[in-house]
């Protein structure tokens, strides 16, 4: 393992515990919030860097970072610095007047991808909804379909607004929900045969696939990378029919996987894609990229009232510039690689709990046998007693999304807890 230190890491300093704890009562909370999620019973009160401490003062190395979002862990200067500065100055006005930062940040997202022109909204579904609009305008002007289908992976996760749960190939976050919105069909992913036969399928009449949304590695749905194979094939696909190509980067993009965007492992470019998690380090923001087909929006066609505000564009251009400045990418591959290493050797002392671990970067999972009754969420509750926070991707992924910033010792310090809590719950 590589014992060269690339990154300064801030949670490693002495200063960084909090002083005292004040208790929380989360009794309380639930009487006033709705109870739309299934929480872990700690309320956290304080970060750096890589580690986070909750109301009771117990602290915990964070390997969920917001889920895949705290790009540079908690507190980091360059972040503190940039929107302390940008809410002194100016941080919201509305898209009625031009915006220098978010001229910038959409300048620096076409400096380093395949982009050619950038919109700005709030959030990853947000940034979906604005694709699966474009993608409809698309079918409707270039194409001339007349109602057109957009297929989707089965086992795939694109948000949870009306069309983003349709799109989304699980049904259990469609459940009770419908109507659900009308034009999506679902393929498995990674299979060339079935999105050929499912695009000639609906080839009838009006109808015929205009887009297809993608994610480059599932996420949610557990971790799963893309295949170079059938990326490289549906590309050519989408060139000669004019399919939109549409990848939902929200998860992966902004150097989570080691590159600065999941497209990049597979060899292809999209015609659109989307970001939001990580791009601005954990202040909200949403991104949608077209490379081609730019001006299918027209003045009037969507907008967003406090998409690309001054506040999240000096975020995310803060993000962005440490990520180049610190090398953060080597860091991410570096780390990774680590990781996995760790994680397999974990697998490999319990085979019989674990079948596989994946992952690019730092975006990984460890899979659990189906054939047991442990999930994933029992390994996190475990984890988190143990003072590692971790997240599920579904019900038998345990999935590991550090900050970026994460150093060879806090790798090394995860799977020591890691491997400890497994100890205690193998049979
Ligand atoms: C998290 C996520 C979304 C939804 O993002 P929100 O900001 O929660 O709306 C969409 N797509 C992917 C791949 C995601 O991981």
Redesign the pocket.
């Known amino acids: 393992m590589s014992t060269e230190t690339l990154v300064e890491n801030p949670s490693n300093t002495a200063e960084s515990k909090p002083a005292v704890s004040t208790p929380y009562n989360l009794n309380e909370f639930d009487t006033s919030v709705m109870g739309t999620y299934g929480r872990f019973p700690i309320a956290l009160a304080q970060g750096k860097g890589c580690r986070v401490w909750d109301t009771e003062g117990r602290e915990y190395l964070d390997f969920v970072a917001g889920?895949?979002t705290c790009t540079l862990g908690h507190g980091h200067p360059a972040l503190v610095e940039a929107v302390t500065q940008q809410i002194q100055t100016l941080h919201h006005v509305s898209n009625l007047y031009y915006i220098p930062q978010q001229g910038e940040l959409a300048k620096w997202i076409i400096e380093h991808s395949c982009a050619d022109r950038v919109f700005f909204c709030?959030?990853?579904?947000?940034?979906?909804e604005g694709a699966i609009k474009l993608a409809r305008k698309y079918s409707h002007k270039v194409l001339g379909i007349e109602k057109p289908v957009i297929l989707s992976a089965k086992a795939?996760?694109?948000?949870?607004?009306l069309a983003?749960i349709t799109a989304t190939g699980q049904p259990k976050y469609q459940k009770n929900f419908d109507p659900l919105v009308p034009g999506f069909q679902y393929v498995p992913y990674n299979n060339i045969e079935a999105l050929e036969n499912a695009i000639a399928d609906l080839d009838e009449g009006n109808q015929r696939v205009g887009a297809i949304i993608l994610?480059a590695l599932?996420?949610?749905g557990g971790v799963r990378p893309g295949a170079r194979e059938y990326f490289l094939e549906l590309r050519k696909i989408c060139d000669e029919t004019g399919i939109l190509l549409i990848l939902?980067?929200?998860?992966?993009g902004v150097g989570r996987t080691g590159k600065y965007w999941g497209y990049e492992h597979l060899g292809i470019e999209p015609d659109v894609f989307?970001s939001?998690?990580g791009l601005a380090g954990g202040i909200?923001i949403?991104a949608l990229m077209c490379k081609k087909f730019c001006d299918i929006f027209e003045p009037g066609d969507h907008a967003s009232t406090f998409g690309g505000n001054p506040f999240a564009c000096a975020a995310a251009l803060a993000v962005n510039q440490t990520l180049e400045q610190e090398n953060l990418l080597q860091n991410v591959q570096q780390r990774g690689e680590q990781l996995r290493t760790q994680l397999r050797a974990i697998a490999a002392k319990y085979p019989d709990i674990f079948v596989e671990v994946r992952g690019w970067g730092l975006i990984n999972g460890m899979e659990l046998n189906a054939d047991i009754e442990l999930t994933s969420v029992d390994i996190v509750k475990a984890a988190m007693a143990e003072g590692l926070l971790l997240v599920p991707a579904g019900p038998k992924v345990v999935r590991f999304v550090p900050p970026l910033i994460v150093s060879a010792e806090e790798v090394n310090q995860a799977a020591q807890i890691l491997e400890r809590t497994v100890g205690q719950l193998a049979p």
């Open positions: 889920i895949a709030n959030s990853g579904a947000e940034a979906n795939s996760f694109h948000g949870r607004t983003t994610e599932q996420g949610e939902d980067e929200v998860q992966v989307t939001a998690k909200p949403g």
